[in-house]
Protein backbone atom coordinates (compact mmCIF):
# COMPACT_ATOMS: atom_id res chain seq x y z
CA UNK A 1 0.00 0.00 0.00
CA UNK A 2 2.87 2.23 0.86
CA UNK A 3 4.66 1.53 -2.63
CA UNK A 4 0.72 2.45 -4.46
CA UNK A 5 0.73 5.74 -2.14
CA UNK A 6 4.03 6.81 -3.15
CA UNK A 7 3.12 5.90 -7.54
CA UNK A 8 -0.05 8.22 -6.72
CA UNK A 9 1.89 11.12 -5.24
CA UNK A 10 4.17 10.59 -7.57
CA UNK A 11 2.26 10.79 -10.95
CA UNK A 12 0.13 13.57 -9.54
CA UNK A 13 2.97 15.29 -9.20
CA UNK A 14 4.22 15.20 -12.37
CA UNK A 15 0.70 15.40 -13.54
CA UNK A 16 0.53 18.86 -12.10
CA UNK A 17 4.16 19.90 -13.39
CA UNK A 18 3.38 18.79 -17.25
CA UNK A 19 -0.03 20.93 -16.97
CA UNK A 20 2.25 23.68 -15.93
CA UNK A 21 4.87 23.30 -18.89
CA UNK A 22 3.12 22.51 -21.30
CA UNK A 23 0.66 25.63 -21.10
CA UNK A 24 -2.22 24.78 -19.98
CA UNK A 25 -2.58 26.96 -17.44
CA UNK A 26 -2.89 29.79 -19.80
CA UNK A 27 -5.38 31.20 -21.60
CA UNK A 28 -4.35 30.20 -24.92
CA UNK A 29 -2.03 27.14 -26.00
CA UNK A 30 0.61 26.30 -28.42
CA UNK A 31 1.71 30.01 -30.01
CA UNK A 32 -2.35 30.28 -30.93
CA UNK A 33 -5.41 32.34 -29.51
CA UNK A 34 -7.26 29.45 -28.47
CA UNK A 35 -7.90 27.43 -25.08
CA UNK A 36 -6.55 24.32 -24.91
CA UNK A 37 -10.02 22.66 -25.69
CA UNK A 38 -9.89 24.84 -28.98
CA UNK A 39 -6.99 23.44 -29.79
CA UNK A 40 -7.22 20.41 -29.13
CA UNK A 41 -11.00 20.07 -31.21
CA UNK A 42 -9.09 21.38 -34.36
CA UNK A 43 -6.25 18.12 -33.94
CA UNK A 44 -8.93 15.86 -33.18
CA UNK A 45 -10.96 16.87 -36.15
CA UNK A 46 -7.09 16.87 -38.89
CA UNK A 47 -6.71 13.24 -37.38
CA UNK A 48 -10.25 12.11 -38.53
CA UNK A 49 -10.55 14.10 -41.33
CA UNK A 50 -14.12 15.19 -40.32
CA UNK A 51 -16.19 13.98 -37.61
CA UNK A 52 -19.02 15.62 -35.88
CA UNK A 53 -20.10 17.66 -32.65
CA UNK A 54 -21.60 14.71 -30.81
CA UNK A 55 -17.99 12.96 -31.45
CA UNK A 56 -15.94 15.40 -30.57
CA UNK A 57 -17.82 15.96 -26.74
CA UNK A 58 -17.42 11.81 -26.68
CA UNK A 59 -13.48 12.33 -27.12
CA UNK A 60 -12.95 15.62 -25.11
CA UNK A 61 -15.47 14.42 -22.37
CA UNK A 62 -16.82 17.82 -21.94
CA UNK A 63 -20.29 19.27 -21.78
CA UNK A 64 -21.95 19.52 -25.17
CA UNK A 65 -22.99 22.86 -24.82
CA UNK A 66 -19.60 23.90 -24.30
CA UNK A 67 -18.51 22.45 -27.00
CA UNK A 68 -21.14 23.96 -29.00
CA UNK A 69 -19.85 27.43 -28.02
CA UNK A 70 -16.09 26.43 -28.98
CA UNK A 71 -16.95 24.79 -31.94
CA UNK A 72 -18.98 28.19 -33.26
CA UNK A 73 -16.40 30.43 -32.18
CA UNK A 74 -13.61 28.35 -34.71
CA UNK A 75 -16.50 28.29 -37.54
CA UNK A 76 -16.76 32.12 -37.13
CA UNK A 77 -12.37 32.74 -36.67
CA UNK A 78 -12.32 30.49 -40.15
CA UNK A 79 -10.85 27.61 -38.74
CA UNK A 80 -13.20 24.71 -38.92
CA UNK A 81 -15.99 24.81 -41.72
CA UNK A 82 -19.21 22.82 -41.63
CA UNK A 83 -21.15 20.39 -44.69
CA UNK A 84 -23.93 18.19 -44.32
CA UNK A 85 -23.12 14.40 -43.89
CA UNK A 86 -23.35 12.87 -47.25
CA UNK A 87 -25.60 9.88 -45.04
CA UNK A 88 -27.96 12.40 -43.47
CA UNK A 89 -28.52 15.84 -43.98
CA UNK A 90 -29.40 16.54 -40.79
CA UNK A 91 -25.73 15.94 -39.71
CA UNK A 92 -23.19 18.37 -39.89
CA UNK A 93 -19.59 17.25 -40.31
CA UNK A 94 -16.70 20.12 -39.23
CA UNK A 95 -13.40 19.84 -41.28
CA UNK A 96 -10.50 22.19 -41.43
CA UNK A 97 -10.43 24.99 -43.68
CA UNK A 98 -7.62 25.96 -45.30
CA UNK A 99 -6.61 28.45 -42.46
CA UNK A 100 -7.05 25.57 -39.90
CA UNK A 101 -4.95 23.28 -41.43
CA UNK A 102 -2.10 26.21 -41.18
CA UNK A 103 -3.07 26.83 -37.69
CA UNK A 104 -2.59 23.07 -37.01
CA UNK A 105 0.58 22.64 -39.02
CA UNK A 106 2.17 25.59 -36.76
CA UNK A 107 0.40 23.84 -33.39
CA UNK A 108 2.32 20.50 -34.51
CA UNK A 109 5.64 22.49 -35.14
CA UNK A 110 5.34 23.73 -31.76
CA UNK A 111 4.24 20.77 -29.82
CA UNK A 112 6.69 18.58 -31.32
CA UNK A 113 9.60 21.01 -30.82
CA UNK A 114 8.78 20.98 -27.02
CA UNK A 115 8.54 17.48 -26.55
CA UNK A 116 11.65 17.02 -28.71
CA UNK A 117 13.49 19.38 -26.37
CA UNK A 118 12.61 17.49 -23.62
CA UNK A 119 13.71 14.12 -24.89
CA UNK A 120 16.58 15.37 -25.46
CA UNK A 121 17.40 15.86 -21.82
CA UNK A 122 16.82 12.08 -21.14
CA UNK A 123 18.94 9.18 -22.52
CA UNK A 124 17.31 6.76 -25.45
CA UNK A 125 16.40 4.13 -22.90
CA UNK A 126 14.31 6.75 -20.98
CA UNK A 127 13.15 7.94 -23.69
CA UNK A 128 11.73 4.94 -24.72
CA UNK A 129 10.09 3.98 -21.05
CA UNK A 130 8.69 7.71 -21.31
CA UNK A 131 6.76 7.08 -24.33
CA UNK A 132 5.65 3.83 -23.53
CA UNK A 133 4.08 4.45 -20.20
CA UNK A 134 2.75 7.93 -20.61
CA UNK A 135 0.72 5.80 -23.92
CA UNK A 136 -0.29 3.14 -21.10
CA UNK A 137 -1.05 5.59 -18.27
CA UNK A 138 -3.07 7.74 -20.87
CA UNK A 139 -4.95 4.64 -22.18
CA UNK A 140 -5.90 3.40 -18.28
CA UNK A 141 -6.56 6.91 -17.89
CA UNK A 142 -9.64 7.03 -20.40
CA UNK A 143 -10.27 3.45 -19.52
CA UNK A 144 -11.29 4.44 -15.92
CA UNK A 145 -13.27 7.70 -17.79
CA UNK A 146 -15.63 5.54 -19.73
CA UNK A 147 -15.17 2.64 -16.94
CA UNK A 148 -14.10 0.12 -18.88
CA UNK A 149 -13.31 -2.89 -17.56
CA UNK A 150 -10.13 -4.74 -17.07
CA UNK A 151 -6.49 -3.79 -17.12
CA UNK A 152 -5.45 -1.95 -19.92
CA UNK A 153 -1.43 -3.68 -20.79
CA UNK A 154 0.90 -3.29 -23.95
CA UNK A 155 0.83 -6.44 -25.91
CA UNK A 156 3.10 -9.01 -24.90
CA UNK A 157 4.76 -10.97 -26.85
CA UNK A 158 6.71 -14.57 -26.04
CA UNK A 159 9.45 -14.84 -28.06
CA UNK A 160 12.63 -17.93 -27.71
CA UNK A 161 16.28 -18.06 -28.14
CA UNK A 162 18.93 -15.49 -27.68
CA UNK A 163 17.84 -12.03 -28.35
CA UNK A 164 20.62 -8.75 -27.86
CA UNK A 165 20.85 -7.46 -24.93
CA UNK A 166 18.80 -10.20 -22.88
CA UNK A 167 21.88 -11.42 -20.48
CA UNK A 168 22.27 -7.31 -19.35
CA UNK A 169 18.32 -7.33 -19.03
CA UNK A 170 17.30 -10.79 -17.04
CA UNK A 171 20.70 -9.68 -14.60
CA UNK A 172 19.47 -6.37 -14.01
CA UNK A 173 15.62 -7.39 -13.15
CA UNK A 174 17.09 -10.26 -11.01
CA UNK A 175 19.52 -7.77 -9.25
CA UNK A 176 16.95 -4.94 -8.83
CA UNK A 177 14.16 -7.00 -7.49
CA UNK A 178 16.23 -9.63 -5.11
CA UNK A 179 18.00 -6.76 -3.78
CA UNK A 180 15.07 -4.60 -2.93
CA UNK A 181 13.04 -7.59 -1.61
CA UNK A 182 15.38 -10.11 0.14
CA UNK A 183 19.09 -8.08 0.28
CA UNK A 184 21.12 -10.27 -1.78
CA UNK A 185 23.75 -8.54 -3.24
CA UNK A 186 26.70 -8.20 -5.65
CA UNK A 187 27.25 -11.89 -5.03
CA UNK A 188 23.88 -12.92 -6.47
CA UNK A 189 23.76 -10.83 -9.34
CA UNK A 190 27.56 -11.83 -10.31
CA UNK A 191 25.97 -15.30 -10.18
CA UNK A 192 23.08 -14.46 -12.32
CA UNK A 193 25.63 -13.05 -14.83
CA UNK A 194 27.92 -15.96 -15.15
CA UNK A 195 25.33 -18.72 -15.20
CA UNK A 196 23.40 -16.52 -18.44
CA UNK A 197 26.89 -16.07 -20.38
CA UNK A 198 27.87 -19.62 -19.59
CA UNK A 199 24.04 -20.95 -20.79
CA UNK A 200 24.14 -18.55 -23.54
CA UNK A 201 26.65 -20.27 -25.13
CA UNK A 202 24.95 -23.45 -24.89
CA UNK A 203 21.97 -22.63 -26.65
CA UNK A 204 22.56 -24.48 -29.70
CA UNK A 205 21.84 -27.34 -27.91
CA UNK A 206 18.73 -28.99 -28.68
CA UNK A 207 18.08 -29.51 -24.96
CA UNK A 208 18.20 -26.03 -23.69
CA UNK A 209 15.75 -23.39 -24.77
CA UNK A 210 15.23 -19.70 -23.34
CA UNK A 211 11.85 -17.87 -23.27
CA UNK A 212 11.66 -13.96 -22.97
CA UNK A 213 8.43 -11.79 -22.65
CA UNK A 214 8.74 -8.84 -25.20
CA UNK A 215 6.78 -5.14 -24.94
CA UNK A 216 8.11 -2.81 -27.73
CA UNK A 217 11.67 -5.18 -27.85
CA UNK A 218 12.41 -5.11 -24.03
CA UNK A 219 12.60 -7.55 -22.14
CA UNK A 220 10.24 -7.69 -19.29
CA UNK A 221 10.36 -11.71 -18.22
CA UNK A 222 12.13 -14.97 -18.82
CA UNK A 223 12.42 -18.22 -18.15
CA UNK A 224 14.87 -21.17 -19.24
CA UNK A 225 15.17 -24.77 -19.24
CA UNK A 226 18.76 -26.52 -19.00
CA UNK A 227 18.80 -29.82 -20.09
CA UNK A 228 22.89 -30.26 -19.48
CA UNK A 229 24.05 -29.10 -16.25
CA UNK A 230 21.92 -31.45 -14.43
CA UNK A 231 22.84 -34.92 -16.03
CA UNK A 232 20.53 -37.71 -16.20
CA UNK A 233 18.04 -36.50 -18.31
CA UNK A 234 17.20 -34.00 -15.95
CA UNK A 235 15.97 -30.58 -16.85
CA UNK A 236 16.88 -27.63 -14.39
CA UNK A 237 13.87 -24.60 -14.44
CA UNK A 238 16.42 -20.87 -13.81
CA UNK A 239 16.28 -17.25 -14.38
CA UNK A 240 12.28 -17.27 -13.86
CA UNK A 241 11.99 -13.65 -13.56
CA UNK A 242 9.23 -10.79 -14.08
CA UNK A 243 9.13 -6.92 -14.55
CA UNK A 244 7.86 -5.30 -11.64
CA UNK A 245 4.73 -4.27 -14.00
CA UNK A 246 3.75 -7.58 -14.80
CA UNK A 247 3.64 -9.08 -12.02
CA UNK A 248 0.21 -10.30 -11.41
CA UNK A 249 -0.70 -10.01 -14.95
CA UNK A 250 -0.81 -13.87 -16.37
CA UNK A 251 2.62 -13.74 -18.21
CA UNK A 252 4.59 -15.56 -15.64
CA UNK A 253 2.58 -18.53 -16.37
CA UNK A 254 2.53 -18.38 -20.00
CA UNK A 255 6.34 -18.59 -19.92
CA UNK A 256 6.49 -21.58 -17.42
CA UNK A 257 3.49 -22.97 -19.59
CA UNK A 258 5.47 -22.79 -22.58
CA UNK A 259 8.72 -24.29 -20.68
CA UNK A 260 6.77 -27.13 -19.50
CA UNK A 261 5.59 -27.74 -22.96
CA UNK A 262 8.90 -27.64 -23.76
CA UNK A 263 10.19 -30.32 -21.08
CA UNK A 264 7.50 -33.17 -21.53
CA UNK A 265 8.26 -32.97 -25.85
CA UNK A 266 11.86 -33.27 -24.69
CA UNK A 267 10.85 -36.36 -22.53
CA UNK A 268 13.05 -35.47 -19.16
CA UNK A 269 12.41 -37.27 -16.82
CA UNK A 270 12.13 -34.75 -14.07
CA UNK A 271 12.21 -30.80 -14.14
CA UNK A 272 13.87 -29.57 -10.82
CA UNK A 273 14.24 -25.86 -9.78
CA UNK A 274 15.93 -24.43 -6.72
CA UNK A 275 14.18 -21.12 -4.89
CA UNK A 276 13.39 -20.19 -1.67
CA UNK A 277 10.74 -20.13 0.70
CA UNK A 278 9.99 -16.18 0.82
CA UNK A 279 8.80 -16.94 -3.16
CA UNK A 280 5.30 -17.57 -2.01
CA UNK A 281 3.37 -16.24 -5.33
CA UNK A 282 6.16 -17.84 -7.40
CA UNK A 283 5.41 -21.46 -5.23
CA UNK A 284 1.66 -21.69 -6.17
CA UNK A 285 2.54 -21.20 -9.61
CA UNK A 286 5.09 -23.87 -9.58
CA UNK A 287 2.67 -26.01 -8.23
CA UNK A 288 -0.17 -25.49 -9.94
CA UNK A 289 2.54 -26.83 -13.19
CA UNK A 290 2.41 -30.09 -11.08
CA UNK A 291 5.97 -29.02 -8.67
CA UNK A 292 6.23 -30.57 -5.37
CA UNK A 293 8.80 -29.83 -2.92
CA UNK A 294 10.94 -32.24 -2.77
CA UNK A 295 14.05 -31.11 -0.41
CA UNK A 296 14.33 -27.85 2.45
CA UNK A 297 17.48 -26.52 3.91
CA UNK A 298 19.42 -23.98 5.41
CA UNK A 299 21.83 -22.79 2.55
CA UNK A 300 24.13 -19.84 1.39
CA UNK A 301 24.08 -20.46 -2.37
CA UNK A 302 22.66 -17.21 -3.24
CA UNK A 303 25.14 -15.28 -1.23
CA UNK A 304 23.21 -15.11 2.72
CA UNK A 305 21.68 -17.97 4.99
CA UNK A 306 18.01 -18.83 3.94
CA UNK A 307 15.56 -21.31 3.79
CA UNK A 308 16.69 -22.83 0.36
CA UNK A 309 13.85 -25.32 -1.30
CA UNK A 310 14.41 -27.78 -3.91
CA UNK A 311 10.95 -28.46 -6.33
CA UNK A 312 10.59 -31.33 -8.88
CA UNK A 313 7.93 -31.95 -11.11
CA UNK A 314 8.08 -35.60 -12.61
CA UNK A 315 7.74 -36.84 -16.03
CA UNK A 316 4.02 -36.43 -17.43
Known sequence: ???????????????????????????????????????????????????????????????????????AKLVKAGELEETPSAEDARTK?????????????????????????????????????????LSSYASALKASRENGEGIVRNSVN????????????????????????????SFFERK??????????????????????????RVVGSVAIDGEDLGNNEAHLRWFILDDGCRGSGVGRKLIAEAMKFCDEQKFTSVQLWTFNKLKAARRLYESFGFELSKE????????????????????
Open 1 to 71: MISELKNIQTIRAASRLMVRELGFMNQNLATTDYPPSAVHSMLEVDAHGSMTAAQLVQILGLEKSSVSRML
Open 158 to 185: IVTGYHPGMIGRITEMHGSYYAREHHFG
Open 192 to 217: VAAGLVDFSDRLDKPCNQIWLAMVND
Open 93 to 133: LLSLTGKGRETVRNINTYADERVAAALGKLDPFTQDTVSQG
Open 297 to 316: WEGDQWGSTITEQQFTRKSR
